[in-house]
């Protein structure tokens, strides 16, 4: 399990199961990891991406994990990388909120089958409603603790993503809370 991050001091690496870490650019870190399940977390929580991070790791060792502080950042990764897998995306967010996230790759060809997973504290029924009808695959409320979050992961690990034109039900839609 290697995953790709920008650390709270602005060093990008990736750290892999044996925790030294290997530092390289986040562009070049793409070509040293492959056939591993691509993985997104949009976030500008640190500490909810460092979570959700390290429950995936332990979960699946065969991913590759790329943060992003923002709506814009997310975007721009999306554009210019390798289309990844998952995109876990929480719904607020500095510079662009989730829900503009969203709209945009729905709208895009390129992106729009792209599984998106909302990750968000919200348990608000409009916006789990919302997220839903605007294409999200999934609607995670965050777990207050680190083993249900793992129990979530697991459920999300389990799923064939190979094709994300499939979507669950909306009974099926919202996970934890």
Not at 2 to 16: D, H, L, P, V
Not at 67 to 79: E, F
């Amino acid at each position: 399990m290697e995953i790709a991050f920008k650390s709270r001091t602005g060093i990008q690496y990736i750290n892999n199961l044996s925790k030294t870490p290997i530092i390289v650019p986040l562009d070049k870190a793409e070509s040293q990891v492959n056939n591993r399940l691509e993985i997104i977390i949009a976030d500008d929580d640190e500490d909810d991406q460092e979570l959700l991070a390290e429950a995936i790791s332990e979960i699946s060792s065969n991913t590759n994990i790329r943060l992003a502080g923002n709506g814009k950042d997310l975007m721009k990764k999306l554009r210019e990388l390798t289309l990844p897998d998952l995109v876990f995306l929480d719904l607020n967010m500095p510079l662009m909120n989730g829900f503009e996230c969203l709209e945009l790759i729905k709208k895009d060809p390129k992106l729009k089958n792209v599984p998106v997973l909302i990750y968000s504290t919200s348990a608000n029924p409009d916006q789990i409603e919302r997220t839903f009808q605007d294409g999200a695959h999934l609607y995670i409320q965050k777990p207050s603790n680190i083993t249900e979050l793992k129990n979530i992961v697991k459920k999300i690990m389990d799923i064939t993503w190979d094709n994300s034109a499939l979507r669950p039900t909306r009974k099926e839609f919202l996970l934890g809370g």
